[in-house]
């Protein structure tokens, strides 16, 4: 099976409450999201993606629409954390995304799958799927959610 991956990379801030450590504090990373899709090339004579698995424009513009710009500059907030969603939602016009996990590289890598497998499937079906999400946190850091099929 033929694999392509697509490298994005977002800001985001967040905080692990319960964390031993600094990260139970508010702070932020630059992370990079790798997006590998599996499939066989496209067989269409004359197409633009004619010998593609997906065109990378294509690959970019679903993670950016459904995710990435979403996440963006944005402070990822555990649906648990309700001390901190009271903050939040006392500044004005603050980008907040609440997530039903809290939010680890390891949890927010399983988000981002279930967010963009099913974006992928409902544009080439059973002939491509998504085969992994890399999340980053930091260059030396990251957790991979693979698909279980």
């Known amino acids: ?18 964390h031993k450590s600094k990260c139970r504090n508010l702070h932020g990373h630059r992370y990079a999201l790798e997006i590998t899709l599996q499939g066989e090339p496209i067989d269409s004579p004359g197409a633009s993606d004619n010998g593609m698995l997906m065109d990378f424009s294509d690959v970019k513009q679903i993670a950016m629409e459904h995710l990435v710009d979403i996440w963006d ?7 648990g954390d309700s001390l901190m969603q009271l903050l939040l939602s006392g500044l004005p016009d603050h980008k907040t ?13 399983i988000i981002a799958y279930q ?18 999400i890399r999340l980053y946190e930091t260059p030396t850091s990251w957790a991979d959610y693979t698909a279980s099929n």
Do not use: W
């Open 73 to 79: 500059h944005a402070f990822l907030v555990y649906e």
């Open 115 to 132: 967010i963009l497998a099913p974006r992928y499937r409902q544009r080439f079906g059973a002939k491509l799927q998504l085969a992994k």
């Open 1 to 18: 099976m033929l694999t392509i991956t697509k490298r994005l990379e977002f800001d985001a801030g967040h905080r692990i409450p319960d």
């Open 97 to 109: 995304v609440v997530v039903p996990q809290i939010p680890t590289v390891e949890n927010l890598a």
